[in-house]
Nanobody
């Protein structure tokens, strides 16, 4: 397993954008699928996006067309570009890997 460290969260107004980063302590080249999930108080955990080593992406219906996941194996980093943010996107966002690794999370708050 690798250690995953998320960054890029913060407070943003509705309609705004944020870019989350997930940096791994080791190589992610051999990790097939990496992704992001989110947790908010009173809500079910939701996997919002995933990306395979071949670049195939999948998104939750709630974020399709607004979020984009990408990975840079050379930098051992996975990104989540979030546009047109809504208050319901407010949550703690976690990076995950299919080797069982996950990060400590970064808080995203969408509020005016």
């Amino acid at each position: 397993q690798v250690e995953l460290v998320e960054s890029g969260g913060g407070l943003v107004q509705p309609g705004g954008s944020l870019r989350l980063s997930c940096e791994a302590s080791g190589s992610i080249s051999s990790i097939d699928t990496m992704g992001w999930y989110r947790e908010a108080p009173g809500k079910q955990r939701e996997v919002v996006a995933a990306i395979s080593s071949g670049g195939t992406t999948n998104y939750a219906d709630s974020v399709k067309g607004r979020f984009t996941i990408s990975r840079d194996n050379g930098k051992n980093t996975v990104y989540l570009q979030m546009n047109s943010l809504k208050p319901e996107d407010t949550a703690n966002y976690y990076c995950i890997a299919d080797d069982g690794s996950w990060g400590q999370g970064t808080q995203v708050t969408v509020s005016s």
